[in-house]
């Protein structure tokens, strides 16, 4: 709770609907406890820019304290360029959008699509702070199960064929992250990629590609985005520096038809992002910093994941949990009975916060999930926090 109280204000606030329940932030944590529950970034991993920093208020200050341009800065639209073409991706700098994240890029991509009423496709789970942009947007959620290959095409084929037999709305957009999925881990097969492409042509719907965990990958090889095999544009893909260089950085990017993209930045209410930010990452990208991070991080994010899964082994065999091969996230399915949002409260108490898998839902979904990022702490800090995780778990079930 912030220092402000709460309870000041005098009647008579004519708030809207969507500020009228003031509720809890996934952004703010309990002080004192492990954090598990959000993929932070390490800080021991954090990259150095003092450099990188000093050059864009220096050489570069005439344009790093402006104003910048709607679009972002013609050297960042250039980098991200050649990143994206590493894993072909052919495309050119008029498909590229700088936004202050992938989350920013989401929002907009729902501003131009969406109207209130409209359907959205999203795997269930889903990433959970995603949901709550497209709620602001008030969507009506179409819900589709995962399996190890990814989105389940056959069931979501199934599910557009009855609401077009039906004359109901059709979906405009369908959001799945197909890269080490947040919660599941899930990275979907390329057949799986391919007969996702084809649904969105016949069936005329947008994808939403958002991809951040693409190059922290542990083992395996890399599969083609899906903007690498779309032939048609109906993929718009979300990036972000955030999980590959520093959340605080606040910037990512759209890459879609120009005439797509455009309409996002026109929806921007603020204008071109922090160019500061942009210069220095431009910096980042250009030279071999961005890469020998990227694998100095994916080596610790390693470290990370395996002390957790033998954390849970340990502390908590009763969890199910599918390995991820990449990314910062892990899911945990308790028995069946077992209401994880009470688990979560008891692992405050002793001192872990997770998150409950039931943020990760759209629509009802099932009680008995967690969610851990492994991301922001120590090895040995994740160790601690799964056994005081497993003693929460013990307390619930005496209790039960
Ligand atoms: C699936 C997914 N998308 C995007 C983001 C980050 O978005 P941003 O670039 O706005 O920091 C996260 C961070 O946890 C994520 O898990």
């Not at 199960?145 to 989105?151: F, I, K, N, S, Y």
């Not at 979300?238 to 890459?255: E, F, H, Q, Y």
Request: with cysteine; charged share 25%.
């Amino acid at each position: 709770m912030s220092a402000v109280s709460m309870g000041d204000l005098g009647p008579g606030q004519r708030f809207a609907r969507r500020a009228e329940v003031l509720g809890k932030s996934i952004y703010d944590h309990p002080p004192g406890v492990t954090v598990l529950s959000s993929g932070l970034a390490y800080p021991p991993c954090l990259p150095d820019v003092v450099h990188e920093a000093a050059n864009a208020v220096s050489e570069h200050v005439a344009s790093s304290l402006q104003y910048g341009p709607l679009m972002g800065l013609p050297d960042l639209r250039e980098a991200i360029t050649a990143f994206v073409r590493e894993d072909g991706v052919k495309i050119g700098v008029d498909n590229v959008l700088v936004t202050y994240g992938a989350k920013n890029a989401l929002d907009l991509a729902c501003r131009v699509y969406l109207e209130p009423g409209d359907r959205m496709i999203v795997t269930t789970p889903s990433y959970m702070t995603a949901l709550q942009i497209m709620r602001t947007h008030g969507v009506n959620f179409v819900g589709v199960g995962q399996d190890d290959e990814g989105l389940d095409v056959a069931e979501l084929e199934e599910k557009l064929k009855r609401l077009q037999a039906n004359g109901e709305r059709m979906p405009k957009l369908l959001f799945d992250i197909p890269d080490f999925h947040n919660p599941t881990g899930i990275t979907m097969s390329l057949a799986r990629r391919e007969a996702l492409i084809e649904l969105a042509k016949r069936y005329n719907f947008i994808i939403l590609e958002d991809d951040p965990y693409r190059r922290i990958r542990f083992e395996g090889e890399p599969i083609p985005p899906l903007k690498a095999l779309d032939d048609a544009g109906v993929v718009i893909a979300l990036g972000t520096v955030s999980k590959i260089l520093a959340p605080g950085l606040r910037l990512g990017w759209a890459i879609g038809e120009p005439e797509i993209i455009r309409r996002m930045a026109m929806q921007k209410a603020d204008g071109g992002c922090n160019p500061m930010a942009q210069r220095i990452v431009v910096d980042l990208m250009r030279s071999n910093k961005m890469q020998n991070h990227i694998d100095e991080l994916t080596a610790e994010m390693r470290l990370h994941r395996d002390a957790m899964i033998e954390a849970f082994a340990e502390h908590l065999p009763e969890a199910k949990i599918r390995t991820p091969n990449g990314g910062y996230f892990l899911w945990a399915e308790l028995p069946e009975g077992v209401d994880a949002e009470r688990v979560t409260e008891l692992g405050v108490e002793h001192g872990v916060e997770v998150s409950t898998g039931r943020l990760c839902f759209a629509e009802d979904g099932p009680d008995n999930f967690l969610r851990m990022a492994y991301s922001f702490v120590s090895a040995e800090k994740i160790r601690e926090g799964i056994s005081q995780l497993g003693a929460a778990y013990r307390q619930y079930k005496a209790e039960a």
